[in-house]
């Protein structure tokens, strides 16, 4: 049974780009969360997404935002990129309560 | 603002010894506590749940809850340097899954 799949694992931006980050939940599971992990504040939520509506959002600037497909995909986009932002992003899927992380996108930005 | 708080360690024992990570957090209405296992430049893994008051036992694995205290704790019995990593604690009620900053736990061998 696959995993949960991030797209890319590191990218490195500059300053003021976009970026995408991708993730394929484990089939069957309709709930896809991403998260935020820096060393100073350790993983932070940033939304949680079910049958492709936004359930929850975390306390993140609008330049955060994010989506899902009706296959469950979600991805996230990181508008006008600070130096800030640059973090593990994770995203999980879950049928229940468990979740299940994927591996991460590591975004570095320069 | 719905917090989960660990000390942050290093929580350093000796091979064989038990390690006992502590947890606390603030939303009484909290019903879905999870451990989970992070080693460096890798993500969370999930090795317990609870859900009531008690223990729960899963291999060396013990998972401990007080809902009246508001606390969870996780022991690990016989430790073993591959133990050595980040334990998070996660709490759940009708909100998403909220972290603690994680404890680091050095098995020395």
């Known amino acids: 049974k696959a995993g949960v799949t991030q797209t890319p694992r590191y990218l490195i931006k500059t300053r003021g780009q976009q970026v995408t980050l991708s993730c394929s939940p484990i089939?069957?599971?309709?709930?896809v969360s991403w998260y935020q992990q820096t060393p100073g504040q350790g993983l932070q939520f940033l939304f949680e997404?079910?049958?492709?509506?936004?359930?929850n959002k975390g306390n993140f600037p609008g330049r955060f935002s994010g989506r899902q497909f009706s296959n469950s995909r979600s991805e996230m986009n990181v508008s006008t990129l600070e130096l800030g932002d640059s973090a593990l992003y994770l995203c999980a899927s879950s049928l229940g309560d468990g979740y299940t992380f994927g591996s991460g996108t590591r975004l570095t930005v320069v | 603002q719905k917090e989960v708080e660990q000390n942050s360690g290093p929580l350093s024992v000796p091979e064989g010894a038990i390690a006992s990570l502590n947890c606390t957090y603030s939303d009484r209405g909290s019903q879905s506590f999870f451990w989970y296992r992070q080693y460096s430049g890798k993500s969370p893994e999930l090795i317990m749940s609870i859900y009531s008051n008690g223990d729960k036992e899963d291999g060396r694995f013990t998972a401990q809850l007080n809902k009246a205290s508001q606390y969870v704790s996780l022991l690990i019995r016989d430790s073993q340097p591959s133990d050595s990593a980040t334990y998070l604690c996660?709490?759940?009620?009708?909100?998403?899954?909220?972290f603690g900053k994680g404890t680091r736990l050095s098995v020395i061998a």
């Open positions: 997404y079910f049958s492709e509506t936004q359930r």
């Open positions: 996660a709490v759940k009620g009708n909100t998403p899954l909220v």
């Open positions: 089939s069957g599971h309709r709930s």
